[in-house]
């Protein structure tokens, strides 16, 4: 039909808010770097619920306790309750799951968040009351820059009052995405996996907002590019970084995308012009930036990341394996203990005989 139906939506916390009532709680099944917390956040403001009426809490050893007063005083109160990591206290999940029964009457207000990696000792009871929510990072380099915008408003776009900075953010998203995309790569990727997330995007812009807003004040011709660089290759994302040779491979690509050449009008910036022409879109506001992301193509050769072309093979070898365990571990037995005959044909029976 057209690519549209692949590309998978942004998450909207609002959307999921207005389908959760009371009485379900709303689980967000984690993925590698995902912290839906200070989405949530956001939401308390947008709802207007108020941060006084916003309780959260660590799950960890022998913190049952605190978490069941928080659930029973928020259900009476209308507060909301967040749990997050609730998979390091699988054993105490039990008692959630009674304490969520027992909760009859709850406020119109109360609204229960619990967060947790995928675990099989996560009860059956919860999973099928809740709300559930994927956390997976967008599969594709235009998918992950949009990401990045959706969090993004003009106000934020408009922080620092000269063009500079909109593009400077541009090449910000584009790192970010290129960061994260290089691990579907595995071992040709990163040396190590790491779990770049949102929060080191955040601070990054943050950083480039701080210096282009004092460049601006002391009226300075040139950007602190050496400054950016560093705080950004050896603090922000390099701080995660543990071994040399990918802590060199994120300076050689910070070293490309930032400096003066990317605003030079006579010579276009491309970050790549791998099968199609990868440069930063000469956008003025927030919804001209979502259309021309949108035109970033689904599928971004290995060039595109200073790679070989063969390491798509292996990449799509890979996920072929996946989706073929995956598809084997969801088929249902063929033949099942005692009764020697597998869920269809028993189904099949039961039906003929009505």
Not at 1 to 21: A, C, G, H, L
Not at 64 to 92: F, P
Not at 103 to 130: C, E, H, V, Y
Request: proline share 5%; charged share 20%; with cysteine.
């Amino acid at each position: 039909m057209n690519d549209y139906y692949v590309k998978s939506p942004p998450i909207n916390y609002m959307k999921i808010f207005e389908q959760s009532t009371e009485k379900t709680p709303i689980v967000f099944i984690l993925s590698p770097g995902a912290d839906p917390f200070s989405d949530v956040q956001k939401l308390v403001d947008v709802v207007g619920i108020g941060m006084n009426k916003f309780r959260f809490l660590a799950l960890g050893q022998g913190m049952g306790d605190t978490a069941k007063q928080y659930i029973e005083s928020g259900a009476m109160r209308g507060h909301w309750v967040m749990l997050q990591n609730c998979h390091l206290l699988v054993s105490w999940l039990k008692k959630l799951e009674a304490i969520i029964e027992g909760i009859t009457k709850p406020d119109k207000n109360f609204r229960l968040w619990l967060t947790t990696a995928p675990s099989d000792r996560f009860p059956l009871g919860i999973l099928q009351k809740s709300l559930k929510v994927v956390t997976e990072p967008p599969d594709g380099l235009g998918q992950n820059i949009k990401s990045s915008y959706t969090k993004l408003t003009d106000d934020d776009l408009n922080e620092v009052p000269n063009n500079e900075f909109k593009s400077l953010i541009y090449v910000l998203s584009f790192t970010h995405a290129v960061l994260q995309e290089r691990k579907k790569f595995g071992k040709i990727g990163w040396n190590v996996t790491y779990d770049f997330n949102e929060s080191d995007f955040k601070i990054s812009f943050k950083l480039i907002s701080l210096y282009l807003n004092k460049a601006l004040l002391n009226n300075e011709e040139d950007l602190p590019w050496d400054t950016l660089r560093y705080l950004i290759g050896e603090a922000m994302y390099g701080g995660r970084v543990t071994d040399d040779m990918d802590r060199r491979v994120m300076n050689t690509y910070l070293r490309e995308y930032l400096g003066n050449f990317i605003f030079d009008t006579n010579q276009s910036f491309y970050f790549s012009q791998s099968a199609s022409d990868y440069m930063i879109p000469q956008a003025q506001n927030h919804e001209q930036f979502i259309l021309a992301i949108d035109q970033i193509p689904l599928f971004t050769s290995p060039g595109v990341f200073g790679l070989h072309p063969n390491a798509e093979i292996s990449y799509f070898t890979n996920t072929a394996k996946e989706l073929w365990l995956n598809v084997l571990s969801m088929q249902t037995s063929d033949a099942s203990a005692g009764g020697g005959i597998n869920k269809e044909e028993y189904i099949e029976q039961v039906a003929s005989d009505i």
